[in-house]
């Protein structure tokens, strides 16, 4: 659902907890909201919080399978069906008509989002992106290492300036050069 001012948090079979912007710092309104929720056919609990603008509701699995639950939820949040990302939506339906859990791939996506995020914070914060502080952390680790310890304890500081070197290496490989215009049509010129 991820419509205007109204956003998804979590996902698990049973349980939905959504973002909802005109929540926040309306009790009132976060009040009815609950209130109109409990009354839908298949909701087991709402539960609104106008501090953090978020909605919890425990449903019944079965409910979903028919688009009743969803459209009434919809409605009472005043969202649209012009709201609505039909990706997003049959996501979501997908993910709850198998309970299956979501892939490695999605996994793996929503981890890179979250780095790629974490770098933008850092890079606005201290002006310098993950592919440069991370071996500068590794490396002044390692020199930490190697003036503190009067033993050497594994990893040792030799280990960290290793780790720095790889690290610095692996998050800095430059782009592959673009081919020059018309080089891929030049081998079928030849034949």
Avoid: C
């Amino acid at each position: 659902m991820q419509a205007i001012g109204v956003r998804l948090a979590h996902l698990s079979p049973g349980r939905i907890r959504l973002k909802v912007d005109d929540l926040k710092h309306d009790e009132r309104r976060a009040r009815d909201i609950e209130a109109q929720l409990r009354s839908v056919s298949g909701i087991h609990s709402a539960a609104a919080n106008p501090i953090t603008g978020s909605l919890v509701l425990d449903y019944d699995e079965a409910a979903m399978e028919s688009m009743e639950l969803p459209f009434s939820v919809a409605r009472i949040l005043g969202i649209s069906l012009n709201d609505l990302d039909p990706d997003e939506l049959r996501r979501l339906m997908s993910h709850h008509g198998n309970g299956a859990e979501p892939t490695d791939g999605a996994i793996a996506a929503g981890l890179e989002s979250a780095v790629k995020d974490l770098n933008a914070a850092l890079t606005r914060t201290i002006g310098a992106d993950l592919g440069i502080v991370l071996p500068l952390l590794l490396a002044g680790l390692g020199l930490r290492s190697l003036m503190v310890s009067e033993k050497t304890v594994l990893p040792s500081w030799y280990d960290y300036l290793w780790f720095a070197f790889g690290t610095y290496f692996a998050l800095n490989r430059p782009s592959p050069a673009p081919l020059p215009l018309g080089a891929e049509h030049r081998t079928e010129d030849m034949h």
